[in-house]
């Protein structure tokens, strides 16, 4: 089956209200993923889309980005994080070396 976007990037944005509880929204992740879109759009890199997500039950690992539909977790922090896995990950098809596949 041929699918619409070749790869769904996600990053959990969701922000727990209570202090005491983890959560990437905690880690400022909007803007990580708005300059990972901008980036895409700009390489012009086809068939991909960057979205945000709700929990995605790694907490433990915040903040968590995931691809599908390879179902590869990756911790990015920053900007070169992004810039790497655009690269890597979007343009050349490599494993991103964040992979968090085997936590
Ligand atoms: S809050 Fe992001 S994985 Fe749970």
Known sequence: ???FYEKNIFFCTNLRKEKEKISCGKHNRQ????????RV???AIKKI?????????R????????????DNWYKILIKEDISSFIDEFLIKRRIFKKNLKEN
């Open 41 to 43: 759009k700009e390489l």
């Open 49 to 57: 889309i960057v979205n945000s997500s709700g929990c995605l039950n």
């Open 31 to 38: 803007e990580p993923r708005n300059y990972m879109e901008k």
């Open 59 to 70: 907490c433990n690992l915040v903040p968590i980005v995931v691809s599908y539909p390879e």
């Open 1 to 3: 089956m041929k699918l």
